[in-house]
């Protein structure tokens, strides 16, 4: 007797959406990430000032955008009018840092599933969990994971969980 053995492929997931194809963190990126067929993303996320999930791998704006400093120390709205794109493209463009729910909607509706890395913001942990956790705790139509290298974000995040 011959046994059919199921053959389950493992589940690619791109990293910052698509970072070598696209500026990480962004809907450029993430969107490009299904278009090529992914079903997984893993984006970084962390609160601006006035407490909004955003994308942001870094605890500055330095590197990914054409501002500097902290983005704890930002509303989302001077952020959202920085330049997310230019730093990959070495020129302007109008790619933005997105919120965190602008990216939950794209995934609904591309039936794609979510690595969501919890962002450590210094000091800020605890609310960052909870305003990530809020707009997330509902939504069953793809799955969400978390991880952090961030043992209180982790802690926060299970307690919710």
């Known amino acids: 007797m011959t046994q059919k053995k199921t053959l389950k492929l493992p589940k690619f997931i791109g990293h910052r959406g698509v970072k070598d194809l696209c500026p990480e963190n962004t809907?450029?990126?993430i969107s490009k990430a299904f278009d090529i067929g992914l079903t997984y993303v893993e984006i970084d996320v962390k609160i601006s000032k006035d407490e909004i999930p955003i994308l942001l791998h870094d605890d500055t704006?330095?590197?990914t955008t054409n501002g500097s400093g902290l983005a704890i120390d930002f509303k989302y709205e001077d952020i959202r009018g920085l330049d997310a794109g230019k730093f990959y493209y070495k020129k302007n463009t109008n790619i933005f840092v997105p919120k965190?729910?602008?990216i939950l909607n794209l995934c609904i509706n591309n039936k794609g599933n979510l690595?969501?890395?919890l962002k450590p913001n210094k000091n800020f942990e605890k609310i960052n969990i909870r305003k990530i956790y809020e707009l997330t705790k509902d939504i069953e139509e793809i799955d969400i994971?978390?991880?952090s290298f961030d043992m209180i974000s982790i802690i926060e995040i299970s307690k919710l969980l």
């Open 27 to 29: 809907i450029e990126s």
């Open 145 to 147: 994971f978390f991880s």
């Open 115 to 117: 690595n969501i890395e």
């Open 61 to 63: 704006l330095d590197r």
């Open 100 to 102: 965190l729910k602008e």
